[in-house]
């Protein structure tokens, strides 16, 4: 019904910057919050950053002051802007959406993932 592609993942060197995307594809639904989880080796799955429909954001406070949610309600996407990266901030980065379905169900949806590597 809803499919989720992220796009822009890749290598960085420590101190850059990086932008990755997700677009929703699908019909008869409407989106609620998106956002970034990621996931290291190891590790569990930790929230990023999310945002509402209204552009009310929040951040781990692991990434705040150096990444930027923001989304395109007409295209049904958010995206993350990753400024200043550190090699902890290396791991696959989810996105995930909040869904109203045409039956008025809510479920939510996940991306397959983007793997982010910061190293020198």
């Known amino acids: 019904q809803v499919q989720l592609l992220e796009s822009g993942g890749g290598l960085v060197q420590p101190g850059g910057s990086l932008r990755i995307s997700c677009a929703a594809s699908g019909s008869g639904f409407r989106i609620n919050a998106m956002g970034w989880y990621r996931q290291a080796p190891g590790k569990e799955r930790d929230l990023v950053a999310a945002?509402?429909?209204?552009?009310?954001?929040n951040y781990a406070d692991s990434v705040k002051g150096r990444f930027t949610i923001s989304r395109d309600n007409a295209k049904n996407a958010v995206y993350l802007q990753m400024n200043s990266l550190k090699p902890e901030d290396t791991a696959v980065y989810y996105c995930y959406a909040d869904v109203i379905l045409s039956n008025l169900l809510v479920r939510e949806f996940w991306g397959q993932g983007t793997q982010v590597t910061v190293s020198s």
């Open positions: 945002i509402t429909n209204g552009d009310s954001a």
